[in-house]
């Protein structure tokens, strides 16, 4: 018996072959009803619901610091359908079971730099974790005991990149102190390295004068402490220091601090010690963030010069790249661009892991041979992994999201470059419209939507994403561009943005733009572009001073850069001088004429504006003035402004609400139909 197939998108089962071949059907042919519609107006299951529910974002990843309780794995879930709240989760080697630690009532979060990180620490089977209501530090011996609270009760001091050392039975970390700018005795928060006794609850300040300060790190033997400083202007991934000193025999004490590295345009960043008392670091002396190893001498040797980057650009504490074997043998496990890899610094010998995924980060190692981390690739959603480094299997503990979705739906994106201004090149991933059910009739093309990501100084990766499978899978095709200043392209790249931001990065998003209009994947008149944070000034920069776009939407973006220059958190309040121009003198003027806000009359396309109004990095007024101007000019504008959000939104209905009504927005302004959105936001001037 012949048995001829057609199957569209999946596999016939062993079972159901059985029951064919005993059957008398010789000929067997599966088929799909594909419907032809619009772009735009394709039907998805891809809700906004699906998106942001029973999902969770993992912040950070850890193991417990004494090496023989290597059997469990600790980490960070931010859960959208909790309002946002961070919750510790842990999962012990031969169990499948996921322990969630966090009360209901707390939140593992702190609001050190105002991004946060680092908010977590394992020692001994006790977690400690920084609690959001109250900025405070607690422990926790077990997920059935109630957190204890082990710092001052002082309100106005925040905590962060703890650790504990077995040696002085301390911990170390950074603290900043808010009480000095609620005194009025200092315009910006104080930031130090302290140790605290978790017992008597003693705090002594161990580096102090720097106005930044990240990874404290004691080394083994508990003699020694490394710690990374910088100052205003710089960020962590323009000029930083990295220091040691000698601990004292109680560890509460620093002296013969010394300057390990530093330069101009030398950033340093994520230090530690291996088993054996030498310290390493990630550094860019040569280009790219790589790996370096000082040895005893004070000799400083790159273990991996790639053309690749270890790392990333610091925002927020504890993503470290890569992670020392505690036992001393030399092995070490880092990312390396977007590859996994495991590196023998004794040997120098390096072997690619093939883990299935294309982005890691949140580099653990322990005794027994097991690495723990985040992972990504463009078919996975991110997920906690656990690696044998031995048999080299790979086990996904926990996924940010389960969903079963027929692939069919999902766009896989290409890496693409195009030829932008000054002679240079820009990089992004396309996502072309992708449905299984829906083709677009012949000759049309696809409306695009241009990607901005926030930092600036950061970049976007191909890591599964609902939030543009929702845009590709209704029929647009999607761009997400790393623009010059984006990281992971090495420190040339990452620093052609400045003085450059609000122009290099919109020429390469209006450039990508068109590049993609002209070879004939994109709709000339259906061009549009979002971003959030500082994709949402460029997003808005586009739309008042570029003629390429017919729409945009801005999340949480800057209209206003002296409002930005003068009404920010202290980590960014200087981060414009090297991206712009210092805000004094003929730099007030840049400012000036490279805010949308000030430029109205040269706007001639719909805005819709989404803000939360406790966001203490663009403050909320910025939006409600943009909008405001835009709609006394009689250009259909929205605004959406969520009560309780900050930078970045977390309660699932909030992330619903974004997303549903930016897609509204742009149907109503290009003119097509969505076919399962019912969202309805006031436009105004929509007519």
Known sequence: MTVLTKVFGTQLSLRLLSRIANTSVTKLTFKMSITTSDYGSWRSPITSKIVSESSVKFQEVHVDSCPENADTVYWGELRFDEGGRIVVCSQKVGEDKNTSWTPKDYNARTRVHEYGGGAIFVNNKVVYFSNYKDQQMYSQSSPDEAPQLITTGEKTWRYADGSFNAKTSKIYCVREDH?????????????????????????????EGADFYSSPRVSPDGKKIAWVQWNHPNMPWDSTELWTGDLSATGDAVSNPK???????????????????????????????????????????????RDKETGGPHWVFAFYGYAVDPKGTGRIVLNSGSELGELNMNTKEYQKLDTGFTSHTCMNLTADGHVYCVAGSPTKFECVIRINLETKEVKILQESKSLDMDTGYYSIPEEISWKTTNDDVSYGYLYPPKNKDFVAPEGTKPPLLVQVHGGPTSQTSNVLSLKKQYFTSRGFAVLDVNYRGSTGYGKTYRHKLRAKWGIYDLDDCCHGAQYLADVGKADHGKLCIDGRSAGGYSTLACLTFKNVFGAGASHYGIGDLEALAGDTHKFESRYLDNLIAPYTGDGIKIYKERSPINYIEKLDCPIALFQGDEDKIVPPNQAEMMYKAVKEKGIPTMHVLFEGEQHGFRKAENIQTALDGEFYFFSKVFGFKAADNDIKIPIANLK
């Open 179 to 207: 009480s000095v700018v609620e005194s009025k005795k200092a315009k910006e928060p104080v930031n130090t390295v302290v140790t605290i006794d978790p017992v008597t609850k003693q705090q002594f300040i161990l580096a």
């Open 259 to 305: 300057q390990i590295v530093s330069g101009t345009d030398i950033s340093v960043m994520q230090p530690s010690w291996t088993p054996n008392n030498e310290l390493l670091y990630i550094g860019d002396q040569t280009e790219w963030w790589n790996l370096y190893h000082v040895n005893a001498n004070g000799d400083h040797t790159n273990l991996l010069p």
